[in-house]
């Protein structure tokens, strides 16, 4: 289809628009906005007198300002966190192809929007004032947990600027995803490789360690595209796995969940953990299998135990 082709559908697809729902033009966001604060919660016992006599019987209650939290195993003076759920943690992320001077070249006349909408996806949004004026009108992608980018790169073609350049995907860097080990099923005993299945990439985007303690998950940042069709996979509520602006990914991983230790470094001690005291990883394991199936819940149909499905390697 010619551009100005395209544009006639536009036209008319605008002008029906109008009459339609706000929600229904994709610039519905809730009342999160983008987080604000901390990107973690603590594991809150306060009102919950079975679990305060369950895990004070290990001495993993800790007093903070009055309020009861659940003891990280491995950081025993530390509260055990978890990632927000991912309508809470989420960014204004660009569309595939966005080059370095997007804001410059954006002239927020809609047609990238209009073609990922025409296209079935809905992965692009359009900012509101919700978003700031520096976002308004520009193409937003921060609803991965149920619209993410498939990289079919159809938004590239319409963009009458260039501000998002028709680039291969295997050159699409949108941002990072990043996996809570804590919250991750594969990280707590439990055998699912929904992420990588999901990927468009394939499995080289991923990093696995088997053991018994399930199949460690990790994200190669530098196979990451960012697309967030990992995020939409994920069987925990509010998904485990995130995808973050190459900054913040940067400032997470430097300083993970504010332990005062870095990503890689929190997950080494995870895996040392498991391999010289298996006591202190059980009540790990057990007190995250409480948090994911009691409190966060998740979705056994998105459960992905191989990696066949799915995944669609490029060549």
């Known amino acids: 289809m010619k551009r100005r082709e395209f544009l006639k559908l536009v036209i008319a697809g605008f002008a ?7 929600a229904r033009l994709g610039v ?30 290990f001495d993993l209650v800790i007093d903070i300002d009055g309020r009861k939290c659940v003891a990280n195993p491995l950081l025993p003076d530390r509260c055990i966190t978890y990632t927000k759920p991912a309508w809470e943690d989420r960014f204004p992320i ?3 192809g966005a080059t370095p001077d997007f804001n410059e070249r954006c002239i927020r006349c809609g047609l990238c929007y209009f073609a990922c ?18 976002l308004l009108g520009t193409p937003i992608v921060d609803r991965m947990w149920q619209y993410p980018c498939t990289l ?5 073609k319409y963009c009458p600027t260039g501000a998002l350049a028709e680039v291969d995907k295997s050159r699409v860097k949108m941002g990072v995803a990043m996996i809570d080990p804590d919250l991750c099923w594969a990280w707590n005993s439990g055998d699912c490789k929904s ?25 190669r940042p530098d196979k990451c595209k960012g697309c967030g069709l990992c995020v939409a996979a994920c069987p925990i509520v509010g998904a485990a796995i995130h995808v973050l602006p190459l900054d913040e990914f940067e400032r997470r991983r ?12 929190y997950l080494k001690l995870i895996l040392e953990t498991e391999y010289k005291d298996p006591m202190k990883a059980t009540l790990r394991v057990n007190i995250n299998t409480d948090y994911i199936q009691n409190i966060r819940g998740f979705v056994k149909e998105k459960v992905k135990t191989t990696l066949e499905t799915g995944v669609q390697k490029e060549g």
């Open 16 to 22: 029906a628009g109008l009459a339609m729902p706000v």
């Open 28 to 57: 519905e966001i809730g009342d999160s906005g983008v987080p604000e604060g901390s990107y973690y919660v603590v594991f809150d016992i306060t009102n919950d007198k079975e679990r305060l006599q369950y895990y004070s019987s």
């Open 94 to 96: 660009r569309p595939p």
């Open 117 to 134: 909408n025409l296209a079935g996806y809905d992965a692009i949004r359009l900012g509101t004032l919700n978003d700031g004026f520096r």
């Open 152 to 156: 079919c790169m159809e938004c590239t």
């Open 195 to 219: 992420c990588a299945s999901a990927c468009p990439i394939g499995a080289e985007v991923f990093e696995f360690t088997f053991n018994e303690w399930g199949v460690h998950t990790r994200v």
């Open 254 to 265: 430097r300083n993970y969940k504010n332990t005062g230790m870095s990503y890689d470094d």
